[in-house]
């Protein structure tokens, strides 16, 4: 290995991805990795990281709580996750994580493998009603994302880098 190979990052000076949380840094993309995904997560109490409801198909995901508490919601039951404690997702499992301390939780959320990080949202839509997964494109140069319903194509969740 040369020099060039190794990455070091400051993970507060990364910026913000969109995400329905205060804060979310793509540890991952920064250092190039290529095999596994690495998120940090600030989220405050009753926001969901990341996107709501939803499995990955292929990807398996572990979840670190930093600081503060975490409810992970799966169909065999909800999960409190504290500080120091870790969560493990195996892949195709359905489960919705929202923060639900007095302050923020801080989280780190590692999966892989990367290339089959895809998740399905699952969740049912305000306008049709229908429990559908969700389609989404990048805004304002990848700075915005905006989620639609897959079956009638209403915006359900617009987010942005950083507090909404």
Not at 90 to 117: F, L
Request: proline share 8%; charged share 30%.
């Amino acid at each position: 290995m040369t020099d060039s190979e190794f990455r070091k990052v400051a993970v507060e000076d990364l910026p913000d991805a969109p995400n329905p949380t205060r804060h979310k840094k793509e540890v991952d993309e920064a250092v190039g990795a290529t095999e596994f995904g690495f998120n940090v997560y600030v989220a405050d109490p009753g926001q969901q990281l990341p996107w709501g409801e939803h499995r990955h198909p292929n990807h398996e995901e572990l979840l670190y709580v930093v600081e503060g508490t975490i409810r992970v919601e799966t169909p065999d039951g909800d999960y409190d996750v504290g500080t120091g404690e870790a969560f493990f997702v195996p892949p195709n499992a359905k489960q919705r994580t929202v923060s639900t301390g007095e302050g923020p939780a801080r989280v780190i959320a590692v999966g892989a493998p990367k290339a089959d990080d895809g998740a399905v949202i699952e969740e049912r839509c305000p306008e049709c009603g229908d429990e559908t997964d969700r389609d989404y494109e990048e805004r304002d140069g990848g700075d915005a994302y905006v989620l639609y319903c897959a079956d009638c194509g209403a915006e359900v969740r617009r987010m942005v880098a950083g507090p909404e």
